[in-house]
C-alpha cells in the first residue's frame, strides 16, 4: 500500500486549501481513511477521518466547522478540505488508512498505512 499526499503550500489566514491522499495497491483491512498533523515542536494530532464508503466522519474539535474530510471510493482518494486557515494550523499533514476504524482513530488507535505528509504553512 501507497498513500501520496499532496495539496499543501505557502498561503495566508483565511485561505483555503484542499489536501489529496491517493491510495495505490492492495489495501487489506482498510476500514477507513485519515489525516493527521504535526506542527514544529509538537506531537502529531489528529485531524479528521471517515469511515470507508463515506457516512460516519469524526474531527478533532478545533478544527470543526472549518474542515471537511471527503472520499471516492472509485479513485482510492481521499480528500481534506480546510476553509479560513490560520497560523495555528500550519503543520506537515499526513494521511492515514487502514487498521481501524474512523472513531478508533479519533480516539487513538494507530492506523496501519501512512503517507509521506504534505506541508501546510499559513502565514498571518
Known amino acids: 500500500v501507497q498513500l501520496q499526499a499532496s495539496g499543501g503550500g505557502l498561503v495566508q489566514a483565511g485561505d483555503s486549501l484542499r489536501l489529496a491522499c491517493a491510495a495505490s495497491g492492495v489495501m487489506p483491512r482498510v476500514y477507513a481513511m485519515g489525516w493527521f498533523r504535526q506542527a514544529p515542536g509538537k506531537e502529531r494530532e489528529f485531524v479528521a477521518s471517515?469511515?470507508?464508503?463515506?457516512?460516519?466522519?469524526y474531527y478533532q474539535d478545533s478544527v470543526k466547522g472549518r474542515f471537511t474530510i471527503s472520499g471516492d471510493n472509485t479513485k482510492n482518494t481521499w480528500y481534506l478540505e480546510i476553509n479560513s486557515l490560520k497560523p495555528e494550523d500550519t503543520a506537515v499533514y499526513y494521511c492515514?488508512?487502514?487498521?481501524?476504524?474512523?472513531?478508533?482513530?479519533?480516539?487513538?488507535?494507530?492506523?496501519?498505512?501512512w503517507g509521506r505528509g504534505t506541508q501546510v504553512t499559513v502565514s498571518s
Open positions: 492515514a488508512a487502514g487498521g481501524t476504524t474512523a472513531e478508533g482513530m479519533r480516539f487513538g488507535r494507530t492506523p496501519a498505512y
Open positions: 471517515i469511515n470507508w464508503g463515506g457516512g460516519v466522519t
